[in-house]
């Protein structure tokens, strides 16, 4: 069965890059008045990630073996130490969400699948950094900031930044470029309220999760959060995956401590073997379909998925 194939009581509703969705298809059956997207119709949908891997926007062939299980099981473990800060779980006596009848979850899935409640999603990627890499050290080498915030001369790649920084992004249409924007920026996308919610709750989980991982020997350089309102209570709830190493950057901390050079030193447990090796093997100006990935490299990313899924959870 195909992450995006047919599941027996749910329809297929959307994919994005690594995730696919689906609705119970009894709702859609029942209410012929729904017009446009079945998300809005739905108060639960079931997040099923793929073993699909990802970088500079494209999606990347093959696949990475376990991706999958390995992101929604480190994913519901953070959400387990984060027990007072809302997320997206649907657990349906709670929600009450018996009287709909779910169907079962295909067994094919379970491990890699999530029910949630379905939100009103924000239109921004909720980006922070503890260290000045990736994406922020080039845009740092160009301007001497990131996204507009002013940092101190002289630092150099793999640096610890000040304090933690929130660099928000405007999530694109699948297919496009994400796009780097200012606080303000967000707030006229969402609002003065929800924009400060949301840089104040990025940077608390931010702080929080850093401490976890630092008690483990791990370093959390930088990650992702995105958010929605719950469509009951307008209260805004953490979603989709969350602290993992599609979204984040891990770093092995003692080799951080010794390593001479910025490679030792960020011994990432993400995905930056592919972004390293794309990097190297894909003019993008040139080609628009990317290489395929080699054995090895997709052998190595999946080693270090494990990895910080075992140390981070077996402490």
Known sequence: MSDNGEMPGWTHVYSGKVRDLYVPTKLLDDDDSWTGDPLRLSPVVLVVASDRVSAYDAVLEPTIPGKGAMLTRLTHWW?????????HLA???????????????????????????TLDMFPIECVVRGYLTGGGWKEYQETGAIGGIALPAGLSNGDQLPE??????????????????????????????????????????????????????????????????????????????????????FWDAAAYATGSTPEQRMASFDKQIVRDWLAANWDQEATEEPPTLPHEIVEQTAARYRELLERMTSA
């Open 79 to 87: 959400f387990d130490q984060l027990p007072d800060v809302p997320n």
């Open 91 to 117: 657990y349906p006596l709670n929600d009450r969400l018996d009287e709909l009848e779910l169907p079962a979850v295909p067994e094919a899935v379970a491990d890699r699948a999530t029910l949630c409640r």
């Open 164 to 249: 933690p920084l929130y660099t928000p992004a405007w999530k694109a249409p699948l297919g496009e470029h994400d796009e780097n924007v200012s606080y303000e920026r967000t707030v006229e996308l969402v609002g003065e309220v929800v924009a400060s919610q949301l840089r104040e709750l990025s940077i608390e989980i931010f702080e929080r999760a850093a401490a976890i991982a630092e008690g483990r020997g791990l370093i959390l350089a930088d990650t992702k959060f995105e958010f929605g309102a719950d469509r009951a209570t307008g209260i805004v709830t953490l979603a989709d995956e969350v602290l993992t190493s599609d979204s984040s950057r």
